[in-house]
């Protein structure tokens, strides 16, 4: 027995301390790669209660880099490295604003590989700093269409190509991010379930991966038992388009960052005729859940996974108490903190009113 094993033995022993174990901590992992995914599904007990459903949430925040997209940002670098397009001491090139590249920037730090953001240049400073922290070579430009030639992720591919021992990764239509799915957050959720014991999944989807990946392992494995929704913000095509076949906008914009869609990406095509339905959710809702979720269980969650957890209820009421609903906390609050704890920012959205009093303590900025 090794020395570690010998020395958690007693620990291990007591009942108490047992029960906090997770898949996650009670094993010693290699290296920052090691420690992306196996993250805790966690029950949500008030909305839980309130449904009369068991509502349960994987929990992404506790990612090494703090979001889902850690698992893609991996997946998509092991994909280049074994397409040879990546080679030691090469160069990764991504066009992203947010998580996807803060995922890659840690994955290229712990494997030795250079890493290239291309952002536009209306995001928060934050992740800025974050990344170039993180040594990446940060490029902010102009926040253009994707039809203009000069967006951020056609500069990001043109960078790579001029680059020897370089890869656009390409996160939106490189069936690597689906596939990090299908391989480890399908599985996960099926073993964490006692074996698929669970009647629908529900998430919202901005390259689409984390929905079109979890939905095809678990409709698959339950010979389509298991029902997979959308959840979408105002201002995405992908509600109307999953609810009656029409590629068209409902609503304008979102506070919700990272999610949403004008368009069916790679990712999400081979599995959007699996899906069940959509659900819309309102940003008074999405706003709404962060305050109760933080208030009722202690979590301190973004925008889009309160989104998501609204729309579990919408699904567990749909199908009914005992029921069974999973869903995914994407990422914390700490990105996105000083919006959305902002009272000025809040009321410039016109959101504050969304609050019920007792949640008015929480607005702190
Ligand atoms: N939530 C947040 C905060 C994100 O950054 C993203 C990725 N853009 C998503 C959800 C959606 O994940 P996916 O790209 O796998 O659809």
Same mark, same amino acid.
């Given at each position: 027995m090794s020395v570690l094993r010998s020395a958690l033995r007693p620990i291990a022993r007591h009942a108490a301390t047992r029960a906090y174990a997770t898949a996650a901590t009670s094993r010693v992992v290699n290296g920052f790669v090691g420690a992306v995914g196996n993250t805790p599904l966690i029950r949500l007990n008030k909305v839980s209660e309130e449904t009369g459903a068991n509502i349960l949430a994987k929990a992404e925040f506790m990612s090494p880099g703090g979001s889902i997209k850690d698992r893609a940002a991996l997946y998509l670098v092991k994909d280049a490295e074994e397409r040879g397009q990546?080679?030691?001491?090469g160069t990764v090139v991504e066009g992203t604003a947010g998580n996807t590249g803060i995922g890659l920037a840690h994955v290229c730090r712990a494997r030795g590989y250079k890493c290239v953001i291309y952002m536009?240049?209306?995001?928060?400073q934050e992740k800025i700093d974050l990344l170039r922290m993180l040594g990446a070579d940060v490029r902010p430009v102009p926040a253009?269409?994707? #039809? /203009?030639?000069?967006n951020y992720n056609h500069q990001a591919r043109r960078y790579a190509e001029s680059? #020897? /021992?370089?890869?656009?990764?390409?996160?939106?239509?490189?069936v690597a991010n689906r596939n990090a799915h299908i391989v480890s957050t399908g599985p996960e959720i099926w073993e964490q379930t006692g074996?698929?014991?669970?009647d629908a999944f529900v998430a919202a989807t901005g390259t689409g991966g984390t929905l079109a990946g979890i939905t095809r392992y678990l409709v698959e494995k339950s010979d389509g038992r298991v029902e997979s929704y959308l959840a979408d913000p105002p201002g995405s095509v992908l509600y109307n388009l999953v609810e009656n076949g029409r590629l068209e906008r409902e609503g304008t914009g979102s506070i919700t960052e990272g999610i949403g869609q004008g368009r069916v990406t790679e990712n999400l095509k081979p599995d959007l005729e699996l899906l069940s339905g959509a659900v819309h959710v309102p940003d008074a809702e999405s706003i709404k859940m962060i305050y109760r979720l933080l208030d009722e269980e202690g979590l301190y969650v973004g925008a889009s996974s309160a989104l998501n957890v609204w729309a579990a209820t919408q699904i567990a009421k749909k199908k009914g108490p005992g029921s069974t609903v999973v869903t995914v906390i994407c990422d914390g609050a700490y990105r996105y903190q000083a919006r959305l704890f902002s009272r000025v920012w809040l009321e410039s959205k016109g959101l504050f009113s969304a609050l019920p009093e007792s949640l008015h303590k929480y607005v702190v900025l």
């Amino acid at each position: 027995m090794s020395v570690l094993r010998s020395a958690l033995r007693p620990i291990a022993r007591h009942a108490a301390t047992r029960a906090y174990a997770t898949a996650a901590t009670s094993r010693v992992v290699n290296g920052f790669v090691g420690a992306v995914g196996n993250t805790p599904l966690i029950r949500l007990n008030k909305v839980s209660e309130e449904t009369g459903a068991n509502i349960l949430a994987k929990a992404e925040f506790m990612s090494p880099g703090g979001s889902i997209k850690d698992r893609a940002a991996l997946y998509l670098v092991k994909d280049a490295e074994e397409r040879g397009q990546l080679r030691p001491g090469g160069t990764v090139v991504e066009g992203t604003a947010g998580n996807t590249g803060i995922g890659l920037a840690h994955v290229c730090r712990a494997r030795g590989y250079k890493c290239v953001i291309y952002m536009p240049d209306t995001q928060s400073q934050e992740k800025i700093d974050l990344l170039r922290m993180l040594g990446a070579d940060v490029r902010p430009v102009p926040a253009v269409a994707f #039809d /203009n030639e000069m967006n951020y992720n056609h500069q990001a591919r043109r960078y790579a190509e001029s680059l #020897d /021992n370089a890869v656009w990764t390409n996160q939106f239509d490189n069936v690597a991010n689906r596939n990090a799915h299908i391989v480890s957050t399908g599985p996960e959720i099926w073993e964490q379930t006692g074996g698929g014991k669970l009647d629908a999944f529900v998430a919202a989807t901005g390259t689409g991966g984390t929905l079109a990946g979890i939905t095809r392992y678990l409709v698959e494995k339950s010979d389509g038992r298991v029902e997979s929704y959308l959840a979408d913000p105002p201002g995405s095509v992908l509600y109307n388009l999953v609810e009656n076949g029409r590629l068209e906008r409902e609503g304008t914009g979102s506070i919700t960052e990272g999610i949403g869609q004008g368009r069916v990406t790679e990712n999400l095509k081979p599995d959007l005729e699996l899906l069940s339905g959509a659900v819309h959710v309102p940003d008074a809702e999405s706003i709404k859940m962060i305050y109760r979720l933080l208030d009722e269980e202690g979590l301190y969650v973004g925008a889009s996974s309160a989104l998501n957890v609204w729309a579990a209820t919408q699904i567990a009421k749909k199908k009914g108490p005992g029921s069974t609903v999973v869903t995914v906390i994407c990422d914390g609050a700490y990105r996105y903190q000083a919006r959305l704890f902002s009272r000025v920012w809040l009321e410039s959205k016109g959101l504050f009113s969304a609050l019920p009093e007792s949640l008015h303590k929480y607005v702190v900025l």
